[in-house]
C-alpha cells in the first residue's frame, strides 16, 4: 500500500526558508508512470497547487510561487522535497505531499507549518 | 489560472437523500477533473477523476458528470460517513481546485 509522510519544521521565521520533506513507502519513486507533488491548504486561500517533480527531476511550479519554490528528489532516499523561501505569514498552512497521475490519487496527512516569529 | 467555482457553499442533506454540487470553470478543462472528498484533519481523498471515473474502492453512490466548463457530483442516497466538503479539481491547465461545497446533516 502506497504511502506518502510529510516531515519537517512546524515553525518557522519569517523571511526564512520553509523545507519539507516527502518519503514515499510501498510503490517506486522512480516509476514513469506517476510525478510527485506539493499542495497546500490554509483557510484563506483554501487547496494550492505548489509544485510538480518527475522522476527524472523535471519540476513546474505554480506561476504564484515560481520565484520562491524550489523542488527536487532523491530517488535512492525515496523522497521529494519542498523549499519555499522567503516566507511571511500567508505561507501559514497545511502542506500536504501527494503522488500524481493525472488527478493527485495519494497523499499524505499532511504537515501544519506556521511562520511566526 | 482557470478559477473554479463550486456551488453551494453548504448543502444541508438529510441520510439517505440525494446530494448534487456543482463546479464551474471560468474556461474549458475538457473532462480533465476530479473530485475529493475531505474530512476534518485529514488530507483528501480522492472520488472521481476524468470527470466521471470513480478510482479505486468508491462506493457506486458517487458519480460525476459534465465536461467542459460544467460539472456535476452526486451522492444518490447520503451515508453519515458521507457528511464532508468536496473540492473540484482541475488538471487541463496546471493544478487548480474549487473552494469546497460543505455537505452537512439537515
Known amino acids: 500500500q502506497l504511502q506518502l509522510q510529510e516531515s519537517g519544521p512546524g515553525l518557522v521565521k519569517p523571511s526564512e526558508t520553509l523545507s519539507l520533506n516527502c518519503t514515499v513507502s510501498?510503490?517506486?519513486?522512480?516509476?514513469?508512470?506517476?510525478?510527485w507533488a506539493w499542495i497546500r491548504q490554509s483557510p484563506g486561500k483554501g487547496l494550492e497547487w505548489i509544485g510538480t517533480v518527475y522522476s527524472i527531476g523535471n519540476t513546474y511550479y505554480n506561476p504564484s510561487l515560481n520565484s520562491r519554490v524550489i523542488i527536487s528528489i532523491d530517488t535512492s532516499k525515496k523522497q521529494f522535497s519542498l523549499n519555499l523561501s522567503s516566507v511571511t505569514a500567508a505561507d501559514t498552512a497545511v502542506y500536504f505531499c501527494?503522488?500524481?497521475?493525472?488527478?493527485?490519487?495519494?497523499w499524505g496527512q499532511g504537515i501544519l507549518v506556521t511562520v511566526s516569529s | 489560472e482557470i478559477l473554479m467555482t463550486q456551488s453551494p457553499a453548504t448543502l444541508s442533506v438529510s441520510p439517505g437523500e440525494r446530494a448534487t454540487l456543482s463546479c464551474r470553470a471560468s474556461?474549458?478543462?475538457?473532462?480533465?477533473l476530479a473530485w475529493y472528498q475531505q474530512k476534518p484533519g485529514q488530507a483528501p481523498r480522492l472520488l472521481i477523476y476524468g470527470a466521471s471515473t470513480r478510482a479505486t474502492g468508491i462506493p457506486a453512490r458517487f458519480s460525476g458528470s459534465g465536461s467542459g466548463t460544467e460539472f456535476t457530483l452526486t451522492i444518490s442516497s447520503l451515508q453519515s460517513e458521507d457528511f464532508a466538503i468536496y473540492y473540484c479539481h482541475q488538471y487541463n491547465n496546471w493544478q487548480t481546485f474549487g473552494q469546497g461545497t460543505k455537505v452537512e446533516i439537515k
Open positions: 474556461q474549458s478543462v475538457s473532462s480533465n
Open positions: 510501498g510503490a517506486s519513486i522512480s516509476s514513469s508512470n506517476y510525478n
Open positions: 501527494a503522488r500524481r497521475t493525472e488527478s493527485f490519487d495519494y
